[in-house]
């Protein structure tokens, strides 16, 4: 049978000619068997590229004339005329199976400053990443370091198609929250994107998704910033066939006194072949899952229905209800709280539906849960769940809280609702570390969920720093903030962390190595306009990026919740009234949840209008199955769409389950692919999910 590792082993062998030419004998052999067949079958990583990844490791990290892909002033002078005269020393690494380190140091003549690039190049994936580290060596202060970029490489077309850059939009709360773009960089056109500048929140914005994918000459190159902070990115073409690209936090103008060290953002780069952006984007989502998404005991998280126990009912009462109901889930959810949080909250001036904003005294409320939670965690667990808790310690929102007075030379100024903990202070990254750890394992605690609401903590950082200091605070606070979650992981092997940011707004690579998003936006409550086709756009242009996301419903009419099915997904209230939509929304996405973690393909172009239908696929090749998410808007005319499915055996037939109508019908593979699937919605607004499996038996037999 066809698997995965006939197409991965030529590319890990890429350097071996006596494995090569086995493998294309092996091939030629086989060729009237499984292995022609496989010839047919659609696979992302037939586009990965590894000789065009190794020829640009070659030319940017390899040998003495390599031109190192970063730059940086240093006294005025820039990074390509400094580092090619000082003392150079190259260590290689074997970290594990795939994943090999280069590090390589560069050290002025006076060794005061002493610049290092970790990077790592994968043997399962094409695909180079790595961060700069910038040190003060020496016993005095360094000359002003500016314009520290990760990222400062130049590329040069050799056909005549033009550079395309491909992305997606970041989250603002809107309907267009993650809407795919397209931009042809024709000569001495400019791209910049960034956060906005009152932000420092790493996906905020219309342009603050730092992740792309570049097109050009038959192929293209996936991009990655990983920097929980304010990064900036651009694009620039030259009037001839060059393209300059850079990437680096926002802002460095500084000295490094001695013994300090600053870092760039991560940058990762994945190289892939041939014409097709979305099987470049499933090549990403294969890595992804592969080599980025945090694991517990060597596992990724699988498909997760939560619930939220806010409820004025007591907790283990609530879940009881959906247990009663037959609706198992996996997390049980205790968010802020609304009115009714967790902690003390009533002294700060946020009162009403904002009491939840007073935050600053991570202790649970004697009053409210004088046992803590532990009562609640062990009942949970003993039914297989898990408990999900709120945080939000880098925000205090209360003058009279537990860190305003015990700690006021802790916290920075300025935050649109409160103060910011400094977590590049030592003093305050051990204390939160201390009590954070105590009350995981205290209260039994199985998910760290983290938010940091308000406009964002870029205008705190700004303001305490001094005019050699430009960028040092946003520096070790970021480095603070990722050293905070790896002690937390490292102290408890099985925690787990969810990253918001007001929805979905910090979920960058170095994030998203630790965390993942199980609110991807808080575009989710029915009062808002287009919400509901706004989840479907979401999940069509997330869908290109991020395997594992998560979302909650509070609508419950199948057009409606079925546009938030995702990996992790949650309903609001249980009632007799939506207990029989709850019932049927947490079944069907459990069913189809496993597929959305495999390989994504859209079905119709993007749209937000309402006379448009919009459709896509989730598809495992490997388990010969995958579903289909069909929506037919109110406006629409149309009750039926043909929709051409991706990454079939041509060979294979397939039964095929509408989960609106009884029984399967068992289609040929190649009908499939070339002619389509015919999905009929009678009303409108309407939705459609459909579910195939290779069949075991055909009807033709």
Not at 415 to 433: M, V, Y
């Amino acid at each position: 049978m066809w698997t995965e590792g006939y197409v991965l082993q030529p590319e890990r062998l890429l350097m071996s000619t006596t494995h090569w030419i086995l493998i294309r004998t092996l091939a030629a052999i086989l060729s009237c068997g499984v292995l022609a067949r496989a010839a047919e079958i659609e696979h992302p990583l037939r586009t990965a590229d590894s000789a065009r990844r190794d020829a640009w490791v070659d030319q940017h990290l390899r040998g003495p004339q390599a031109h190192a892909p970063l730059s940086f002033r240093c006294g005025g002078r820039p990074s390509s005329e400094l580092l090619s005269q000082w003392s150079t020393r190259t260590e290689i690494a074997t970290l594990d199976a795939n994943r090999t380190r280069q590090r390589t140091t560069w050290t002025d003549q006076g060794r005061t400053l002493e610049v290092r690039c970790d990077a790592v190049l994968y043997a399962d994936y094409p695909v180079v990443e790595w961060t700069v580290y910038l040190k003060n060596a020496g016993t005095s202060d360094t000359p002003i370091l500016e314009h520290v970029q990760g990222l400062d490489i130049r590329l040069t077309r050799a056909g005549d198609s033009e550079f395309v850059l491909h992305g997606i939009k970041g989250d603002f709360c809107t309907a267009d929250s993650y809407e795919p773009y397209e931009v042809t960089l024709s000569p001495n056109a400019e791209k910049h994107f960034a956060p906005p500048p009152y932000s420092g929140k790493s996906c905020d914005g219309p342009d603050g998704w730092p992740y792309y994918n570049l097109q050009w000459d038959r192929g293209g190159m996936i991009l990655a910033v990983g920097w929980p902070g304010q990064w900036a990115s651009s694009f620039v073409r030259d009037a001839a066939n060059g393209l300059r690209i850079a990437a680096g936090q926002q802002l460095t103008h500084l000295v490094l006194r001695p013994g300090e060290e600053i870092r760039t953002p991560l940058i990762a780069l994945l190289f892939w072949r041939g014409e097709d952006v979305v099987l470049a984007q499933n090549l990403w989502r294969r890595w992804y899952m592969a080599h980025v998404i945090p694991r517990v005991d060597g596992q990724p998280p699988g498909p997760l229905a939560q619930i939220q126990v806010n409820a004025a009912e007591k907790d283990i009462e609530y879940v009881r209800k959906f247990l009663d109901a037959g609706i198992h889930v996996d997390l049980c959810w205790r968010d802020a709280g609304g009115t009714y949080t967790w902690y003390p909250s009533s002294t700060g001036p946020y009162q009403g539906e904002h009491v939840w904003l007073n935050t600053g005294t991570w202790n649970i409320d004697p009053a409210k849960f004088p046992q803590g939670f532990r009562p609640f965690t062990d009942w949970i667990h003993a039914r297989g769940m898990k408990f999900v808790l709120w945080f939000e310690p880098e925000r205090v929102g209360d003058p009279q809280s537990w860190l305003s007075q015990h700690h006021p030379e802790w916290l920075l100024p300025g935050q649109s609702h409160g103060a910011l903990l400094d977590e590049g202070n030592p003093a305050a990254r051990r204390w939160l570390i201390e009590h954070l750890d105590g009350m995981i394992k205290s209260q039994g605690i199985d998910w760290y969920r983290e938010d940091m609401n308000g406009e964002g903590p870029l205008p705190p950082w700004r303001r305490h720093d001094t005019a050699d200091r430009q960028g040092m605070t946003e520096n070790q606070y970021v480095q603070g903030h990722l050293a905070i979650w790896d002690e937390l992981l490292r102290r408890n092997p099985q925690l787990r962390i969810d990253s918001c940011a007001s929805g979905g707004r910090r979920n960058d690579l170095e994030t998203m190595r630790r965390a993942v998003p199980l609110l991807r936006s808080d575009f989710q409550f029915p009062t808002m306009e287009g919400v509901v086709e706004g989840n479907q756009s979401h999940t069509y242009g997330l869908s290109f990026w991020l395997p594992f996301q998560g979302t909650g419903v509070y609508t419950y009419d199948p057009y409606s919740f079925r546009s938030f099915y995702l990996p992790s997904f949650g309903m609001g209230g249980l009632s007799p009234e939506n207990q029989t939509a709850q019932q049927q929304a947490y079944g069907e996405c459990r069913r189809i949840a496993p597929f959305m973690l495999r390989d994504y393909y859209p079905l119709t172009p993007y749209s937000l209008e309402r006379d448009s239908w919009i459709a896509w696929q989730f598809h495992d090749p490997e388990q010969g199955g995958g579903a289909i998410q069909a929506f037919r808007r109110s406006d629409n005319r149309e009750p039926s769409q043909q929709f051409r499915l991706r990454g079939l055996d041509p060979d294979a037939w397939y039964d095929i389950r509408n989960f609106d109508q009884e029984g399967t019908v068992q289609v040929a593979g190649r009908e499939l692919l070339e002619r389509g699937v015919t999905v009929e919605i009678s009303s409108s607004p309407g939705s459609a999910v459909l579910m195939y499996h290779a069949a075991t038996t055909t009807d033709e037999s």
